[in-house]
């Protein structure tokens, strides 16, 4: 998300605009001595000010004040919106959404609103604002870099590429535009040209920690490259911050681990999660998984046989992360009646919305009964909608978010006819596989070996629970199977998928697309099998996630 302030902080504080600026300590006069504007603009300099630490409460408490004596004060809505992304996406669309409804032209508030609806997948009306910004301002590097990015998620890189060289052209210097153009290069696979403008931004040290992660996710490793150095001199800057020293040590943990020297990989690796900070509450997470098999039972089921929309159009990748969930999508997806949507989010906004927030562990009985039919059939159709405008011609439409495997019950009673095909992996290697990626918060029992164990037990027995009380429905893909014998396990697929054979499925890593997944390097080559067992590499490292998967670390 953008916190670049909005033209109109100019207006109302009387300072100039840039990527960061700086105010001095806030030493506010007494409210009762200042006009209720200038108490007005005070608070809003503190609250970005706090905004700016992350310190989003007392950001988010300062214009909640300035709201409540100036309603729709679109500064400070503009503020809130930058406040609630990523933890409460529906509250910064609509706060957002205020915001362009009290200064309609004001383009920082067109983009704060599209980034917002990017975050939840709605990348239509994101692309609509992306481009109205333009419109009002069209050499804004952001508003370009943005609308490349969502053009990239959108399964349109090649519609990226003009709008990252015409910001470069702009501002070689920019944090975004490099490393931008450098993603849209690396989803349409020219991961050579990608790491060119990743050099450079390297040289010209630009957004290095960003540079240097995605840098080395362009290639594997079989020397060490002098980068490794680098990286290694830029951890020791007193002045990198949590997030850079995070994504530096995760670098130097997968050259190292390219380079086949695990000890010290994984050292970076767990100092990278120690970066992090992300806690994650697992008995928590427990009680929901409990409260998600009580309520979704085969009974109620049952009593709601016929719910939805009878479309075979929605096709489900789930699966833990990293189970060869991006690898299954793109062997549908080369088929050619199948595409490849890649990881929505709309299925976990519509739980969130009915009261299934994994949030919550109390009593799930009452949102589940208040899908009645109409509203499943609301649901369905307008889930449909979404999916066809992405593909209108498409026979079947691949939604690949990892993470679906919660929301089974859920699926059951919008599409009855969905196809689920449930991706698993040796449990090991699995966890293995997840801790060593640079994930977002939003996964944050991954953050160590110990509660990454014991949340693979839960999405096991949450898995478990699906299959009894969908019986045959759900295509169990094992990764293992899939490359040992690729072939027959894809004709499996397909045939699950109620489409003919078409052998364009076999040569997968030639499709066209996008690919925007930690997986983006390795689907782009033929299958192989070097992730098999690969977690005999860390076995000195890695005995808390071997005690915590108690007898799974035997599946």
């Not at 669309?93 to 067109?110: I, M, Q, T």
């Not at 040209?193 to 040289?203: G, P, T």
């Not at 009452?366 to 159709?381: A, C, G, H, K």
């Not at 196809?419 to 997840?434: E, K, L």
Request: overall charge negative; proline content about 6%; glycine content about 6%.
């Amino acid at each position: 998300m953008n916190n670049r302030l909005p033209p109109a902080w100019s207006k109302h504080l009387k300072v100039q605009t840039g990527p960061k600026p700086k105010f001095p300590q806030p030493n506010l006069p007494k409210m009762s001595s200042l006009s209720r504007a200038q108490a007005d603009d005070a608070l809003l300099q503190q609250a970005y000010q706090f905004q700016q630490a992350k310190r989003l409460d007392e950001a988010q408490d300062l214009c909640l004040q300035v709201l409540a004596r100036t309603p729709n004060h679109p500064l400070a809505l503009y503020i809130l919106g930058t406040v609630c992304v990523g933890y409460d996406d529906e509250a910064a669309l609509r706060y957002f959404a205020r915001a362009v409804g009290a200064e309609p032209k004001n383009p920082y508030y067109h983009l704060g609103l599209a980034s917002a609806y990017v975050k939840v997948s709605e990348f239509s009306p994101a692309i609509e604002h992306m481009q109205y910004a333009l419109e009002l301002q069209p050499d804004l590097v952001e508003a370009l870099c943005a609308l490349g990015d969502a053009y990239i998620q959108f399964d349109k890189p090649d519609m990226a590429l003009p709008l990252y060289e015409k910001a470069l052209k702009i501002n070689r210097d920019h944090l975004k535009v490099r490393t931008g153009l450098a993603r849209a290069l690396s989803s349409l696979g020219r991961m050579d040209e990608a790491a060119v403008y990743l050099k450079e931004a390297i040289e010209r040290r630009i957004a290095m920690p960003t540079a240097f992660n995605d840098f080395v996710q362009t290639q594997k490793f079989i020397e060490e490259p002098k980068e490794l150095q680098s990286i290694l001199r830029e951890l020791g800057n007193p002045k990198l911050d949590p997030d850079g020293a995070q994504k530096l040590h995760f670098a130097a943990g997968k050259v190292l681990n390219d380079l086949g020297r695990y000890g010290d990989a994984f050292d970076h690796f767990n100092k990278a999660k120690q970066a992090s900070g992300h806690k994650f509450d697992i008995d928590l997470y427990r009680r929901w998984v409990d409260s998600m098999i009580e309520g979704f039972t085969s009974d109620v089921l049952a009593a709601r046989a016929g719910y939805g929309n009878p479309s075979e159009v929605p096709v489900f990748v789930v699966g833990m992360p990293r189970s060869g969930t991006t690898l299954t999508e793109q062997i549908c997806a080369s088929h050619p009646d199948v595409h490849g949507a890649g990881e929505l989010s709309k299925l976990r906004r519509v739980a969130n919305a009915i009261g299934l927030k994994t949030s919550s562990a109390g009593d799930l009985n009452q949102p589940i009964t208040s899908i009645t039919e109409d509203l499943s059939r609301t649901l369905s159709e307008e889930h449909l909608s979404y999916l066809r405008e992405r593909a209108p011609a498409a026979l079947r439409i691949v939604d690949k978010m990892p993470h679906n495997f919660e929301l089974i019950g859920l699926i059951g009673l919008l599409f009855p006819n969905a196809r689920i095909i449930h991706c698993r992996r040796d449990a090991i290697d699995n966890c293995v596989s997840c801790f060593v990626q640079n994930f977002s918060e939003g996964h944050s029992y991954n953050t160590d070996l110990k509660t990454l164990g014991l949340y693979y037990r839960e999405y096991d027995r949450l898995m478990q629970h699906w299959n009894e009380v969908f019986p045959g429905l759900i295509f169990e893909n094992q990764y293992e199977t899939l490359v040992e014998d690729q072939e027959a396990q894809s004709r499996r697929l397909i045939d699950y998928l109620g489409l003919p054979w078409d052998d364009a499925c076999l040569r997968f890593f030639d499709r066209d697309g996008s690919v925007n997944t930690p997986s983006r390097w390795q689907v782009r080559q033929p299958i192989y099998r070097s992730s098999v067992k690969r977690w005999k590499n860390y076995e000195g490292e890695i005995r808390p996630l071997i005690d915590a998967l108690g007898d799974l670390a035997d599946k």
